[in-house]
């Protein structure tokens, strides 16, 4: 190779090179931007408060009228500086933000709200969820009695996918769909497939396999079920609890539900946390009638909300307690509300970082040495456990670390009462 084209390759190797690290750079500069910039904050009625977002940005604070949603008088502020916002009555705002002063990066919004009290929960739940038609877990190939290989959902159906109809009859559960396929004596069947919302006809043909039964290769589910911690309540008997949707295990995706149910449960053992393995709450729950206690109406990447029966705020001996929105979170000394053997408990915890996002916007480190005691810190069931902070309610425990089950995330409460309103 004569040394040309030594150059250029070499020049060519550098230049790609340093694409990627300009693209690394972009995408890590964004994720910080992501920490940092939240996409909604929500204020007190008549309080001052500081935002520090230290970014090097501007920002356009506007009030949009219900009317007109047209801007009025708007306010210039410094975002690489402590902002000082003072919030007048209830409304709405926009902040438009600008880096480096003129690079557009959107807009967040801002609502001066109502002084907001709910009822701190704390203590544990039985859920059963049924999806919205049958949710597909796996697929698989079909091998008949001569050892011929077929795989009938291939290009029709996939994992993560939702059957909803089956020869224009409604698919509710598995059994539905088992009898649908066998029906169909290896005739074509017509499916009506949900994939990310959208909705596909699809003519899969269902084969005999070596244990002479009609099959399309598909793995299904149509139920979930398991313990949790309710976060709060509020004076309707909402709630919300978790802080994080319930996925499916094999694709980790959230479940797409039709209906749920909340059940009383208690709390039998407790597996204590282990470095690299979580521990969780060993429960009994009884799915009865006389021991239903709510319906669930949605599953969310924030948690699940729904309708508890009047008399479970008194039941369980529910406290009114204040809000507090993010602004208001620091680090440093908090709890978290734990249930167990009939009593409630607030449980020291050391609030080591705040950022803002979807979720994990809260990290924390256990410092009770009764909880340790008791848990190793944080388990699997305590999810949805209020994090509580000044004597506000101020999010709740969504994830242990697996490395180190003394250390969780938590997410802002702010961010359930918006899913769950």
Known sequence: MNSVKKQFLYRLLLYIFLCGALLAAGITYIHFLNRKIPEHIYINENQKVVLSMNIPATGKIQPVTKETSAEASV?????RRPVTFVAGSTGHYTLQINLFGFISYGKVNVDVVDEKYVYAGGFQIGMYL?????????TENIKNENGDIFSPWENHVAKGDYIVSADGAEINDKEDLALAVQSS???PIKLIVRRNGQFMEETIQPVIGNDNLYKIGLWVKDDAQGIGTITYVDENNHFAALGHGISDGSTGSIMEINEGRVYRTHVMSIVKGQNGTPGELIGAIEYKQYNKIGTIQENKPNGICGTLTENVKQEKKLEQMRVGYSYQIHEGNACVRFYYKGNYKDYPISIESISNGQEKNITFKVTSDELLELTNGIVQGMSGCPIIQ?????????HVFVD???KGYGIFIESMLNKNN
């Open 404 to 406: 180190d089950s003394t």
């Open 390 to 398: 000044d004597g506000n309610i101020v999010g709740a425990v969504t």
């Open 185 to 187: 004596k290896g005739s």
């Open 130 to 138: 049924h999806t919205d038609g049958v949710y597909v877990v796996n």
């Open 75 to 79: 306010i210039e502020a410094d975002l």
